[in-house]
T-cell receptor
Framework: DAGVIQSPRHEVTEMGQEVTLRCKPI?????LFWYRQTMMRGLELLIY????????DSGMPEDRFSAKMPNASFSTLKIQPSEPRDSAVYFC?????????????FGPGTRLTVL | QQPVQSPQAVILREGEDAVINCSSS?????VHWYRQKHGEAPVFLMI?????EQKGHEKISASFNEKKQQSSLYLTASQLSYSGTYFC????????????FGQGTRLTINP
C-alpha cells in the first residue's frame, strides 16, 4: 500500500488566494483526520471524518476553513481566503476499525506558505 | 484539555537513558505515543489502553498510571535513530471523541 497520499507537498500562495489541500487515505480505513502543525501551537486536530461523515470540526479555526470527504478515497481541506497566519504544515492521517484508539497513519504533509 | 509533556527538550549521548512524561488534568482513557523526525510525519509508537498497562518496542517502553493521570515513555540505551520529537496523545471525550496531542518533547542524541 502506498500509504496516505497528500498533494501538493509544498504550496506558496499570496494572501487572499484560495488554497486546496488534498488527501487520499489508505484503502479500507474508516477514519480520516486533518491536522495543522506550527511551532507555536504544535499538532492540532482540525477535523475528522468517520465513514466520510464529519464527526468533530471544533478545531477548524474559522469559517475560512472547510473540509469535505465526498468518498472513501478522497478528502479536501480548503482555505478561502488564505492569510499569512495559516502558514503551517498540514497533515492528513487515516486509521481503521471502529475506534479512535488505533494507530493513525500520517501522510507526508503539505507545507503551506501564505505571503 | 491538552496533555502536558515534560521535559520540553532533552539532549543525551548515545547509550544514555531518557524518560518523557505526559500528564493530564482530566481523566485519561488511553495514551498514544508518536515520534516525529525532523521534516517528516509523525509515526506511531504505541497505545496504552488501560491503567497499569506497560508496553515495549525494542528499547522503547511506556507505562500508564491511570490514577495519577499520567504516562511515561522510557528510552533505554538510546541510539542515534531515536532522535526526534515525541508526542503523547490522549483521548478527550466532549460529545465526540478526539485525540489531543501534547506539545512534544524534542530528543537529541549525540554520538
Amino acid at each position: 500500500d502506498a500509504g496516505v497520499i497528500q498533494s501538493p507537498r509544498h504550496e506558496v500562495t499570496e494572501m487572499g488566494q484560495e488554497v486546496t489541500l488534498r488527501c487520499k487515505p489508505i484503502s479500507g480505513h474508516d477514519y480520516l483526520f486533518w491536522y495543522r502543525q506550527t511551532m507555536m501551537r504544535g499538532l492540532e486536530l482540525l477535523i475528522y471524518f468517520n465513514n466520510n461523515v464529519p464527526i468533530d470540526d471544533s478545531g477548524m479555526p474559522e469559517d475560512r476553513f472547510s473540509a469535505k470527504m465526498p468518498n472513501a478515497s478522497f478528502s479536501t481541506l480548503k482555505i478561502q481566503p488564505s492569510e499569512p497566519r495559516d502558514s503551517a504544515v498540514y497533515f492528513c492521517a487515516s486509521s481503521h476499525r471502529a475506534s479512535l484508539d488505533n494507530e493513525q497513519f500520517f501522510g507526508p504533509g503539505t507545507r503551506l506558505t501564505v505571503l | 484539555q491538552q496533555p502536558v509533556q515534560s521535559p520540553q527538550a532533552v539532549i543525551l549521548r548515545e547509550g544514555e537513558d531518557a524518560v518523557i512524561n505526559c500528564s493530564s488534568s482530566k481523566a485519561l482513557y488511553s495514551v498514544h505515543w508518536y515520534r516525529q523526525k525532523h521534516g517528516e510525519a509523525p509515526v506511531f509508537l504505541m497505545i496504552l489502553l488501560k491503567g497499569g498497562e506497560q508496553k515495549g518496542h525494542e528499547k522503547i517502553s511506556a507505562s500508564f498510571n491511570e490514577k495519577k493521570q499520567q504516562s511515561s515513555l522510557y528510552l533505554t540505551a538510546s541510539q542515534l535513530s531515536y532522535s526526534g520529537t515525541y508526542f503523547c496523545g490522549t483521548l478527550v471525550i466532549q460529545g465526540a471523541q478526539k485525540l489531543v496531542f501534547g506539545q512534544g518533547t524534542r530528543l537529541t542524541i549525540n554520538p
